[in-house]
């Protein structure tokens, strides 16, 4: 059961790519706040009669900071240079990228917390630097050309989720995940807000956008939620593992909703992504 919810965790994140991708360029602030007013609605409906806002609420400061640190570095910051990514180079070039983000916090934890390098580490990271390559590599739309920015994008999507694991393991030690998720998806509400209020971006906000966005909103609470519970019945590292099949549905989904061309090297660079991220987490 734990296997089937990582794996619809991976579904629910490529269905969210595929939703936002049209947005991109458009309306990316105002859609990812009404993203985050629906995600944090639904979950405070659930979260009242469990008790999870209670204890959300009750969370000590220190969990408080924790949460804010990986709900900037992932949601508001990492999320948005992901769409911005896929809104230049494709969903299915640019998820692979930032899906490499294992890789760097495998590193982090042998240059910093000095955990033995195995066969398992190093073959997992070679294949998902031969991922990296292979996609990045790849002419983009057919003009002789790659997107630099949007290459640079996913790679900093990738630092961005990265990091926010960092914050987010001492959180979880703190408060359960379903709180945990409650105050980040209600900090990103704020924080989007603030920048939308201050920053007025010039956005065309029109009606099939809203909608759009209300899908989003959707995958992205089910993505999260049914991570939680693959990590919970499977596993962290099985949960972690099946949800990296994300790059292989995104492509699917991309090259017959979004008739993005997925060329052989793509191919291979994602099926080098899956397998190295699958490597690197068992």
């Given at each position: 059961?734990?296997?089937?919810?990582?794996?619809?965790?991976?579904?629910?994140?490529?269905?969210?790519?595929?939703?936002?991708?049209?947005?991109?360029?458009?309306?990316?602030?105002?859609?990812?706040?009404?993203?985050?007013?629906?995600?944090?609605?639904?979950?405070?409906?659930?979260?009242?009669?469990?008790?999870?806002?209670?204890?959300?609420?009750?969370?000590?400061?220190?969990?408080?900071?924790?949460?804010?640190?990986?709900?900037?570095?992932?949601?508001?910051?990492?999320?948005?240079?992901?769409?911005?990514?896929?809104?230049?180079?494709?969903?299915?070039?640019?998820?692979?990228?930032?899906?490499?983000?294992?890789?760097?916090?495998?590193?982090?934890?042998?240059?910093?917390?000095?955990?033995?390098?195995?066969?398992?580490?190093?073959?997992?990271?070679?294949?998902?630097?031969?991922?990296?390559?292979?996609?990045?590599?790849?002419?983009?739309?057919?003009?002789?050309?790659?997107?630099?920015?949007?290459?640079?994008?996913?790679?900093?999507?990738?630092?961005?989720?990265?990091?926010?694991?960092?914050?987010?393991?001492?959180?979880?030690?703190?408060?359960?995940?379903?709180?945990?998720?409650?105050l980040r998806f209600g900090l990103?509400?704020?924080?989007?807000?603030?920048?939308?209020?201050?920053?007025?971006?010039?956005?065309?906000?029109?009606?099939?956008?809203?909608?759009?966005?209300?899908?989003?909103?959707?995958?992205?609470?089910?993505?999260?939620?049914?991570?939680?519970?693959?990590?919970?019945?499977?596993?962290v590292a099985r949960g972690v593992?099946?949800?990296?099949?994300?790059?292989?549905?995104?492509?699917?989904?991309?090259?017959?909703?979004?008739?993005?061309?997925?060329?052989?090297?793509?191919?291979?660079?994602?099926?080098?992504?899956?397998?190295?991220?699958?490597?690197?987490?068992?």
């Amino acid at each position: 059961m734990g296997e089937l919810l990582a794996i619809g965790s991976a579904v629910a994140w490529a269905f969210t790519s595929i939703a936002m991708r049209p947005i991109v360029g458009r309306a990316l602030w105002r859609s990812s706040v009404l993203r985050m007013v629906i995600c944090t609605a639904m979950l405070t409906m659930y979260a009242w009669p469990t008790g999870a806002l209670t204890r959300a609420a009750a969370a000590p400061t220190e969990a408080w900071l924790w949460l804010l640190g990986s709900t900037i570095s992932s949601i508001v910051i990492g999320d948005s240079l992901y769409f911005m990514a896929a809104g230049r180079i494709g969903v299915a070039r640019a998820l692979p990228i930032a899906s490499s983000f294992p890789l760097l916090t495998t590193a982090g934890a042998v240059l910093l917390l000095h955990e033995p390098p195995t066969l398992a580490l190093l073959a997992g990271s070679a294949l998902v630097v031969l991922a990296v390559a292979l996609i990045g590599g790849e002419r983009a739309h057919g003009n002789g050309r790659n997107d630099v920015v949007g290459l640079l994008l996913a790679g900093l999507a990738a630092c961005m989720w990265a990091t926010s694991g960092l914050f987010l393991g001492p959180a979880l030690r703190l408060v359960d995940p379903t709180a945990a998720n409650t105050l980040r998806f209600g900090l990103a509400t704020v924080l989007f807000s603030v920048y939308l209020v201050t920053a007025r971006p010039a956005e065309h906000f029109d009606r099939r956008l809203a909608w759009l966005s209300v899908a989003a909103a959707i995958g992205t609470l089910c993505s999260s939620w049914l991570f939680l519970g693959g990590i919970a019945a499977a596993g962290v590292a099985r949960g972690v593992a099946l949800n990296a099949t994300s790059p292989v549905f995104s492509a699917i989904l991309a090259a017959v909703v979004l008739r993005e061309r997925v060329s052989r090297r793509t191919a291979l660079g994602i099926a080098s992504s899956v397998f190295g991220t699958i490597l690197l987490v068992v």
